[in-house]
């Protein structure tokens, strides 16, 4: 009778255990593109974000990449901004990233990049590899990081 109770128990410590290591490698992915893309995408969002702050392209492409950015720049940075979206995708002639900048519905940037396969994040490589035709990606400034100081 004790045997029973303890296989559901360790059934569901794995259970939960395989749903955070799923979690997990998610937001590694994430993290992984983001690494591996962040000057090229905080170059596009910074020097779209110049013209409408009046800022310094090299100022603001740092507090993109500032956990601790100020208040005035954040709430700047989310009045003109809802969502970046990194969009990868695998065609005959190669392979793209298109930056995807969008407001209240309305796409405010499209950037389309052809790279090489390895300039390519290596999650994003594999997911080729395995037949993905296109991929779409969050990305968000350092301030809107979890666990940043204004997330």
């Not at 013209?51 to 100020?70: D, F, G, K, Q």
């Not at 970046?84 to 969008?102: C, D, K, N, P, S």
Request: glycine share 6%.
């Amino acid at each position: 009778m004790e045997i029973i109770p303890t296989f559901w128990l360790a059934a569901g410590l794995v259970t939960l255990v395989g749903v955070a290591l799923i979690w997990r490698m998610g937001r590694g992915a994430e993290r992984a593109v983001r690494g591996q893309l962040d000057t090229f995408v905080v170059g596009e969002v910074a020097a779209w974000l110049e013209a409408r702050l009046r800022r310094p392209r090299a100022e603001i492409a740092s507090l993109l990449t500032s956990r601790n950015a100020p208040e005035d720049f954040t709430t700047a940075y989310d009045r003109h901004i809802d969502f970046v979206f990194l969009e990868f995708e695998r065609q005959h002639a190669g392979y793209f990233l298109e930056i995807r900048i969008e407001k209240d519905g309305d796409s405010l940037l499209n950037v389309r990049r052809r790279l090489a396969l390895d300039d390519l994040p290596s999650p994003v490589q594999q997911a080729f590899l395995r037949g993905e035709t296109r991929l779409h990606v969050p990305w968000h400034p350092e301030f809107h990081e979890p666990g940043s100081a204004a997330a």
